[in-house]
Structure formats: C-alpha cells, structure tokens
C-alpha cells in the first residue's frame, strides 16, 4: 500500500534546463509535503516543503508545487547543475506520519 | 563534526544471527527514527522515539527492538535475522515530532543477510 508514488525511476536532463520530478499520492488526509535529496552513501538531506494551504513554494532555484486536486505535487528545478544529480524523494506526512516514494535519479548532464 | 551518525557502515552475517546497529544524534533532538529503505527503494519508517519514549511502532516483526538509552542515541537489535531483513536502514532525527521538524539521517547501514 504505498501512499506515496514517484513513477519515474529516473530522469536525465541537460545543464541549464529545466528539471521536473513529480509526486503522486493518495491519501487525502497528507497535509505537508516534502523534498528530500539523496547522494549515494549518504542519508537523505531536507530540501524544501510545502504545507498543504499553499500551492507554491520557491526556495532558490527549487520550486515545489502542489496540486491537491489531482492529489500531485512536483519539484521544478531551474537552472539545473550537475551538482543536483542525486536521488529525490518526495515525502507526505499526516498527523505525524510521514510516508516517502520510491525516489527519481536525477541525472544532470554537463 | 557528525551530526547523526550509523555504526556500522555496512554489516554482513548469517540467517538466525543477532545483531545490532547504534546510532547517534549530537544536534540536541529530542525525536529520533529508524527508516528501512527496501529492495524496491522505498524508505519506511519503522520506528519512532520521543525523550526515549516509543511513539511510532509500525507492522515491524517484534525480532525488532529499539533501544533509547538515552536522548542521543537509538539503536536497532535485530534477531533472528531472515533473508528479507537486508535493506538499507536510516536512522534520523529532528527536533521535535512531526513532518514539519525537518529530519537528519545518517548515512545509512547496508545489512546483508546470507
């Protein structure tokens, strides 16, 4: 039963384009969400979040938006830089309870 | 200087063995977490503790058992270790409970099961 669902293993894109991961969930209830970034051989590090009363957040070069209709959220990074080749989970919590996907490679190509 | 650190790195041992990973907080948290990241990539919470009180116990098998002896430190025994436990596992912790504490990890433990 995951509640929390990214459908692209992985993701590559040029430097100095645009990088789009997306979130889906289910649970109706996830009232924050969460972009965590992960480097191989470390734990995954905070990215940027969003509460469920915004649809927007911009933190930088990473923008997180939320759809709660479509019960969807994304990341969008801008300009992109090698150095954000990593994994990116994404992370909803309700009540407490945080769930995360599976997670996106993203590959950043010089 | 570390801020939530995993000993050990990587743990290698035979079915039915018991075994334990120690992690460590010096950031002053007061809620501290064991994740488990499956074959499949996802990371699951298994376990959550709050000034050494258990807060989350998720559909873990009771061969889990944290241990908080005290504010900084969460360990994960494990016994009777099954093929199926070889995973990556997180430890993490924040300064307080819920999601919009951020959470550190550590680096990960990589246990294999032979």
């Known amino acids: 039963d995951q509640q929390v669902k990214q459908n692209s293993p992985s993701l590559s894109v040029q430097e100095g384009r645009i990088s789009i991961l997306n979130c889906d969930y289910t649970?109706?209830?996830?009232?924050?969400f969460l972009w965590y970034k992960k480097y191989p051989a470390e734990g995954p590090t905070f990215l940027i979040s969003i509460s469920s009363i915004k649809d927007k957040n911009e933190d930088g070069r990473f923008t997180v938006f939320l759809n709660k209709s479509a019960k969807h959220l994304s990341l969008h990074i801008v300009p992109s830089q090698p150095g954000d080749s990593a994994v990116y989970f994404c992370?909803?919590?309700?009540?407490?309870?945080?769930?995360f996907g599976a997670g996106t490679r993203l590959t950043v190509k010089p | 200087d570390t801020a939530v650190s995993q000993t050990p790195k990587y743990l290698v041992t035979q079915m039915g063995n018991d075994k334990s990973i120690k992690c460590e907080q010096n950031l002053g948290h007061d809620t501290m977490y064991w994740y488990k990241q499956d074959s499949k990539k996802f990371l699951k919470i298994m376990f959550s503790?709050?000034?050494?009180?258990?807060?989350i116990n998720e559909t873990v098998p009771n061969r889990f058992s944290p241990k908080s002896p005290d504010k900084a430190h969460l360990n994960l025994h494990i016994n009777s270790l099954e093929l199926g436990d070889s995973a990556v596992y997180f430890c993490?912790?924040?300064?307080?409970?819920?999601?919009?504490?951020?959470?550190?990890f550590g680096p990960g433990t990589r246990l294999t099961v032979l």
């Open positions: 649970n109706s209830m996830f009232d924050y």
């Open positions: 993490a912790s924040s300064r307080g409970q819920g999601a919009r504490n951020e959470q550190f």
């Open positions: 992370a909803a919590s309700a009540l407490g309870d945080m769930r």
């Open positions: 503790y709050n000034n050494k009180e258990l807060i």
